[in-house]
C-alpha cells in the first residue's frame, strides 16, 4: 500500500459508524473529565482569587486544597460539571456535520480551513447549552476556599451559603442555583455568555486550526513510518498552547463576570487595577496545564475512537 497516494489523514463523520463514534466519545469524554477535573478547578480558584491572596500559583493551589480539602475539594463540583457531556457532544457532533457540510456543498475544501469554521460554530453551540453549568459549577468550586487560607476572601454570591448546606451534593447545587437565581432572574445563568462566545469560539476555532496545521506538517517532514496517532498527540497538546497564550485574558474576564455577576467594563476595569499587566498571564500556568492535558488525553481518545469506528471499507486507507 502506497501510503502518499491512499492514506486518509483526517477520518470525516462520512467514514464512520455513528452507533459506535458517539457513545465511545461520551464515555472517553467522561474518563478524561475525572481525570483532569482537579486542574479546572484549580484553574477557576486563580483566576477568580484577587491577586496572590489565597494561592500563589498552580502547585501551591494544589498543595492548599488537598491539604485543607481533601479529594473532595479537588472534585467540588465534578457531578454537575458531568452534565457537560451534553453540550461536549453536541459540540462535536456541530464539528464533524460542519466539516463535512462544507467539502460536500461549498468550495471552503482547505482541511484547516474547514477545521477553522467548523471549531468556531461548534463552539456556539456548546456554550449555548454549557454556560449555565458553567456558573453553576464555578461558583461550586469555589465552595471551601476560604479555609484553604487564612485570607478570608470569598465570592460575595456564595457567602448566603453556610457550610452546612455545602456540606451536602444537592444542597449545594440547589443553593448555588437558588442565590444566582435571586441575584439576577434567569439572566444571571447566562451572565457572560456573550463574553464567553468571544473566548470559546475564538478559542475552539483557533485549536481546531492550529491542531490541522500543525499534524499536516509533521506528517510532511516526520519519516513515513512513524504512527500517526502519536504525531496528532503531538500536535494536540501544541494546538492548545497557542490557542490557550492567544485567548488567556479573555478567559479571565469571563470567568470573573461569571463568578462575580458584574458587567464587562466593571470586570475589566476592576482587574486593571488589581493586575495590571498581569492579567495577560494570570492563571496561564494552570490553563496552559490544563489545555496540555485536555488536548493529549482528549485527542488521544478521539483519533483512537475514530479509527475503532471507521467503516471496513475504509479501513485498509488508515494509518494507526
Known sequence: MSYEIDEIRVIEL????????????????????????????????????KSQTIYKGTMDAFYKISKHEGVIGLYRGFWVSCLQLVPSMAYIGTYETIRHHLKEHTT?????????????????????????????????????????SRSKTAVPLIKAIDNKTSNKRFGTVSAVI??????????????GYFVSLTVFAPNSA????????YSNLFMDVVPSNLPRLLIQCVAAPL??????????????IR??????QTNLPQTVQLLWKEERYRILVKGLSARLLQSVLFSFFIMLGYETIKRFSV??????????
Not at 437558588?178 to 441575584?183: A, I, L
Not at 471499507?313 to 494507526?320: A, C, V
Request: charged content about 20%; aromatic content about 12%.
Open 14 to 49: 462520512s467514514m464512520m459508524d455513528k452507533r459506535k463514534y458517539f457513545p465511545l466519545t461520551m464515555l472517553s469524554g467522561f474518563c478524561i473529565r475525572g481525570l483532569l477535573y482537579p486542574v479546572t478547578l484549580i484553574k477557576t480558584r486563580l483566576q477568580i482569587q
Open 108 to 148: 471552503v475544501k482547505d482541511s484547516k480551513s474547514r477545521s477553522f469554521v467548523a471549531g468556531g460554530c461548534a463552539s456556539v453551540i456548546g456554550q449555548t447549552m454549557s454556560v449555565p453549568l458553567d456558573i453553576i459549577t464555578q461558583h461550586i468550586m469555589l465552595l471551601g476556599q476560604e479555609s484553604s
Open 178 to 191: 437558588r442565590e444566582v437565581y435571586n441575584k439576577n432572574g434567569l439572566r444571571g445563568f447566562y451572565k
Open 206 to 213: 483557533l485549536w481546531w486550526f492550529f491542531y490541522d496545521t
Open 239 to 252: 494546538a492548545g498552547i497557542s490557542a490557550a497564550v492567544i485567548t488567556n485574558p479573555l478567559d479571565l
Open 255 to 260: 470567568a470573573r463576570i461569571q463568578v462575580y
Open 311 to 320: 467503516l471496513d471499507k475504509h479501513k485498509n486507507q488508515i494509518r494507526w
